[in-house]
């Protein structure tokens, strides 16, 4: 079979599809979960996969599906990636009791990746593939809840914190060759695509300090653990111009504990925050700057400070190979005024994580009404946010599977991993520290 007519099934497979893909999607929109409590949504995904007889496998960091389709060999593995989790936004209209909601596109994505699995197995092209593709329907991709992360780690059901690092952990991703995954694109309702963007990466920190209480009448007596938090922040915002424009270093920290009573001088005091660059040195670097002002605002206060730093996510480095495959196949479906490259995110993804150990992308796709996370966000195009990113990864799995795999030979053969699995479940360890 030629390519040619490959385009033409999977097309033709997707055009029948949307009712059934679409339908997901709303069933996981209208159920918001955050992360790690997915169990409505992985619910959905295992009950589509069985309607697809396409075999999954589950639990996974603990709510997560992974699911294979077969070619014709074993060659080679293309992952297609969904994300479970809802965010927190209580204002949002379709926000749930406690707040939660799809503000970040993440149920077209399920939506999406359920297509393309659709797609592959309905239009019955995997016989004339050489390799397989894997779908993934991971959980806990926003970075929220610690506290409740934290308990999980704590009896051990989870050792990181993210669902893309513990699938890691878990060997999820040992078989898979190269991972594509599509974003939604806040404020964009038309049909547009964005690639070769990133992303920063940022480490977690959680700082306490720790002072002497006395009544607040006479502070003499005391140490005030609050007057050394401020000065930490002072000391933080003092040394930004010290960060170059490349190293896009961005610091947001939040006083979580500030004292107990008014007329207690505190002497304990939490804090919380990111540090974000956009690379693991400027990140390391900038996170030496935070310590080396917590620890000297406390000096100056005579205060103590004991700093806890939690492994976030890495920068997302898109592959190129890759990306160019699926610029490819978008030329027929997207207008090229409308395929727009080289954007610029400021947030962070654990997408970024899978990008360091092997080859993978996260464009943007539009469809999508109101910013990410806000309070109007929403999906204003169906087929531009849940069907079009759809088609876009089955043809991509397509063209990298066909004669032969070469254009997936071509992607793993030169890709360069700035990290083996082993190396990077050290540095989410805490080697980024030494």
């Known amino acids: 079979m030629k390519i040619s007519q490959i385009k033409t099934d999977i097309l033709a497979t ?39 007889d396409i075999e999954y496998q589950y639990p996974i960091a603990l709510t997560g599906v992974k ?15 969904g994300e479970l989790d809802a965010i927190v936004s209580p204002e949002h209209p379709d926000a749930d009791k406690i707040g939660a909601v799809h503000a ?5 994505q399920i939506g999406a990746m359920l297509g393309a699995a659709y797609i592959l197995k309905k239009s019955g092209i995997m016989q004339y593939l050489d390799g397989n593709v894997t779908f993934m329907a991971v959980p806990a991709e926003e970075y929220n809840e ?9 009896e ?55 002072g002497k ?56 005091v939490e804090m919380e925050m990111q540090v974000r660059g956009a690379t693991t040195d400027a990140i390391a670097k900038a996170n030496g700057v935070v310590d080396r002002a917590a620890r000297g605002a406390a000096q100056m206060m005579g205060a103590t400070v004991q700093t806890e730093d939690i492994s976030g996510y890495l920068p997302l480095c898109e592959d190129k190979r890759l990306l160019q495959v699926l610029e490819d196949v978008a030329q027929g479906l997207i207008e090229d005024k409308n395929i727009i490259s080289g954007y610029t995110l400021v947030g962070s993804t654990d997408m970024g994580d899978i990008s360091n150990i092997l080859p993978a992308i996260q464009p943007s796709i539009g469809g999508f009404c109101g910013g990410l996370h806000s309070k109007d966000f929403k999906i204003c195009d169906e087929d531009t946010a849940i069907m079009l990113p759809a088609k876009l990864m089955a043809l ?33 360890e805490g080697e980024h520290k030494k």
């Not at 007057?227 to 922040?233: H, V």
């Open 14 to 52: 997707a055009q029948n599809s949307g009712e059934w893909v679409k339908n997901i999607a709303k069933e996981i929109y209208n159920n918001p979960e955050l992360g790690f409590k997915e169990e409505k949504a992985s619910a959905l995904v295992r009950r589509a996969f069985s309607e697809l």
């Open 396 to 428: 991509t799995a397509a063209q990298l599977l066909f004669d032969g795999a070469s254009k997936a030979k071509s992607v793993k053969e030169n890709f360069v991993p700035k990290f083996t699995k082993e190396q990077y479940l050290n540095y989410l």
């Open 146 to 154: 610690l506290a409740y992360r934290s308990s999980l780690k704590e």
């Open 213 to 268: 209480s006395a009544h607040a009448s006479t502070p003499s007596e005391g140490t005030n653990a609050l007057n050394a938090a401020a000065l930490a922040i002072l000391g933080i915002h003092s040394n930004r111009d010290t960060f170059t424009e490349e190293e896009r270093i961005r610091i947001h920290p939040i006083i979580t504990k500030g004292g107990d009573v008014v007329n207690t001088v505190p002497d304990l």
């Open 156 to 210: 051990g059901k989870i050792k990181y914190f993210s669902g893309k690092q513990q699938f890691v952990y878990e060997g999820a991703f040992d078989d898979v060759d190269m991972a594509i995954m599509l974003h939604a694109m806040g404020n964009e309702p038309d049909k547009k695509l964005y690639i070769n963007g990133n992303n920063l990466g940022f480490i977690s920190k959680k700082l306490t300090f720790k």
């Open 104 to 108: 970040c596109g993440h149920s077209a």
């Open 67 to 81: 699911a294979t389709l077969r070619g014709k060999s074993n060659s080679f593995n293309v992952c297609i990636i």
